[in-house]
């Protein structure tokens, strides 16, 4: 190793920029759930088990949308409820 090493022509920021429409965060999950994950990844045959996560995430969302009206009736009536 050198003692010194010039870094005035370096950038700040990833080597490879990142796929647009995508975020990077940090989440807690149970060990169990991440482990269920990688084993579906490796009974494929490979892949990623963020990507898997990202599929199964985006599924539920889709299952679990309701019509406009139905949301509006429910949120109404919670909010009633909650008035006395």
């Known amino acids: 190793m050198r003692k010194?090493?010039?870094?005035?022509?370096?950038?700040?920021?990833?080597?490879?920029?990142?796929?647009?429409?995508?975020?990077?965060i940090t989440i807690r999950?149970?060990?169990?759930?991440?482990e269920w994950f990688k084993n579906q990844v490796d009974?494929?045959?490979g892949g990623n088990y963020q990507t898997l996560m990202n599929r199964a995430l985006r599924e539920y969302i889709t299952q679990r949308?309701?019509?406009l009206e139905e949301t509006l009736r429910r949120v109404v009536?919670?909010?009633?409820?909650?008035?006395?």
């Open 4 to 24: 010194a090493y010039d870094f005035s022509k370096g950038k700040r920021g990833p080597v490879v920029v990142p796929a647009g429409g995508k975020t990077r």
């Open 29 to 34: 999950l149970d060990d169990e759930v991440i």
């Open 43 to 45: 009974k494929a045959g």
């Open 65 to 67: 949308r309701e019509p």
């Open 77 to 84: 009536r919670e909010e009633l409820r909650h008035s006395g």
